[in-house]
C-alpha cells in the first residue's frame, strides 16, 4: 500500500492511472497487470519504489479517501509476488491471482475510516487555528501607556486535544491616574470559549469606563454571563439546535490609585493575587472569593489595602499554577517562590516564572496560560494639588487663580487658558447644582494633566447642545471639545467630575 496523495497532486498521476480516475470519479478502480496501460504506467511511474516493482505487481488498487461528500485524497494497493515465489512472472496470470471484489469491499472500508480520521484531524485544526487567531485578536497586542503601574504580560495557548481556551487580560486606564488590572478564564474550550471571552472582556471595559466599585462591576457581569447562557438555551431549543455547553467564567478585577496608593479589588471564583513587597516578601491576599460568573443571586465583595511604592503584582490564569505532574497547592508555593526576593526587571521575572512552573517549555501547557505582572508606582505631593473651596460663586475666580500659579510651578503655562476655562465651568457647576464640601485637585501624570471637582451631591451634570437663544448649556460642551476626555464617578460620599488633558510635547534640542 503506498500512501494517500491529496486533490492537489491528481494532476501527477496520468489520466489512465488507477488512482487518478478513482480521485476523478470517487470510486474504487481495480486494474490487473493484463492491461497494457497500467503495464505502461508502472514501468514508467515514479510513484512506487523501484524494489516494489521488481517484486512483480499481479493488481492494483485505488480507493478514494473521502468524507462528508468530500474526496480527501486516494490510497493504493498493490498485490505483488510474495518473496518465496518460484519462476519468471506471467502479467497473465494476474487476473487470477489479483483482488477480488471482497477485497475491493475491505479496502473501502478501510478508506472510509482512514478518510474520516483524517477528515476530523483536519476539521480539528482548523477550528483550533481559528480559535487561537481570535484568542489573540481579542487580547491586547500592546498594554497601554499609564503611569500607575509598570506593566508586562504572558499568554500561553494550550496544546491539549481540548483545544483554546477562554482566558482574558486587560489593563485599563481610569479617571484620576487609576488603572483597572483584569484577568479571567471562561469555561470551556474552543471557538465558542474564545468567542464568550470576547464579549465579557468588551463588556467588562464598557463597565470599567463607568467606574463602578470592583463588586458592583462583578454583578453586572454576573449578570451578563447569566444572560449569555439563557440566549444560546433559547437557540438550543429550536429545531435542529445542538446542545449548548455550559456558559460560565472567573475573573479578578483590581483597581489601584497612584496617588493613594490604596487598591481596591475583588474576585469572581479566581486565584486570589499574589503581592510581593519591596523588602521581597511574597504572600497571597486574602480577599473574599465570591461565586464563578453565572451563578447569579450570590453577593460579591470587595477588598482595599494600601500598597508600598513598588509592591509587585502578580494575577495569573490556574493554567499557571495547575500541571500534569503538580497539583495547584504545589504550583502556588512554587509562584511564591520564584516570586519572593530582591526586585529585578519585570521581563526578566516573567520569564523566571515561567521557567519554574513550565520547565519543559518545548511542551504545550494543558490549559491555557495568562500571566499579569504588575508593578506600582506613587504619585506624591510634587505631582498632586488640592483645594477646599467654599460653595459660593466667588470661589470661582480664586479656583482659576490657583489652578494657573500651579501650572506655572509646574511649567505647563501653555495648558494655562484651557485649564482655566475647565475650572471655571466644573466649580461653577458644582456651586450652582452640588453640595459643600467642595474640593479642586490637578494632578500631573507622566503623560496628562488632569482636572477633578468633588462635591456632595450625587447629580452627575449632562452634556446637551444649547440652542441659539439658550443662555447656558455651553459649558460642558467646551470642556469636551478642549480637553482630550472627561466623565463622571461616583463616591461614597458625592461624585467627580474630571477632564483630562494631554501634556505637551517637550521640545526637540537645536542643533
Known sequence: M????????????????????????????????????????????????????????????????????????????????????????DPAESADAGFDADDVLLAEEVAARAGTCLDNARRYALEREVALTLQRNLLPSRLPEQ???????????AGSQAGIGGDWFDVIPLSGARVALVVGDVVGHGLQASAVMGRLRAALRTL?????????????????????AQDQAVE?????????????????????????????????????????????????????????LGLGGLPFESAELELPEGSLLALYTDGLVEGR???IGAGLETLRGTLSGPAGPLETTCDAVLAALLPDR??????????????????GPAHVRSWELPSDRASVADARKRASEQLAAWGLEELS???????????????????????????????????????????????RRARVFDEGGRGLLLVAQ?????????????????????LPAAPEPMG
Open 147 to 157: 503611569g500607575a503601574v509598570e506593566v508586562t504580560s504572558r499568554y500561553l495557548p
Open 2 to 89: 503506498t500512501g494517500a496523495a491529496g486533490p492537489g497532486t491528481a494532476h501527477t498521476y496520468p489520466p489512465h492511472s488507477p488512482p487518478a480516475r478513482a480521485l476523478a470519479s470517487g470510486l474504487p478502480c481495480l486494474r490487473h497487470t493484463d492491461d497494457p496501460a497500467l503495464r505502461a504506467w508502472l514501468t514508467g511511474t515514479p510513484a512506487f519504489p523501484d524494489d516494489v516493482l521488481a517484486r512483480g505487481v499481479w493488481s492494483v488498487l485505488a480507493v478514494p479517501l473521502s468524507a462528508r461528500g468530500t474526496v480527501l485524497g486516494v490510497v493504493t494497493f498493490l498485490l505483488h509476488r510474495g518473496p518465496d515465489a518460484v519462476g519468471a512472472f
Open 208 to 228: 470599567a469606563d463607568l467606574d463602578l466599585p470592583p463588586d458592583e462591576l462583578l454583578t453586572h457581569l454576573d449578570d451578563l454571563v447569566i444572560q449569555l
Open 325 to 327: 505532574d503538580h497539583d
Open 236 to 292: 438550543a431549543a429550536g429545531p435542529g439546535a445542538h446542545a449548548v455547553r455550559e456558559t460560565g467564567a472567573t475573573c479578578l478585577y483590581v483597581v489601584y490609585d497612584p496617588v493613594s496608593r490604596r487598591c481596591v479589588m475583588a474576585r469572581a471564583g479566581h486565584p486570589a493575587p499574589l503581592l510581593v513587597t519591596p523588602d521581597g516578601t511574597a504572600r497571597y491576599l486574602d480577599i473574599p472569593s465570591g461565586p464563578p
Open 482 to 502: 478642549l480637553t482630550e476626555r472627561w466623565g463622571t464617578r461616583f463616591t461614597a460620599d458625592g461624585k467627580t467630575i474630571w477632564a483630562e488633558q494631554v
Open 417 to 463: 487658558f484651557t485649564t482655566e476655562l475647565v475650572v471655571s465651568e466644573l466649580v461653577t457647576n458644582a456651586v450652582r447644582y452640588g453640595y459643600a464640601p467642595i474640593r479642586l485637585r490637578l494632578i500631573r501624570d507622566a503623560a496628562a494633566l488632569i482636572c477633578e471637582v468633588s462635591d456632595a451631591s450625587s447629580t452627575s451634570p449632562r452634556m
Open 362 to 379: 518545548a511542551e504545550r501547557p494543558a490549559d491555557d496560560i495568562a500571566l499579569l505582572l504588575a508593578r506600582t508606582r506613587s504619585l
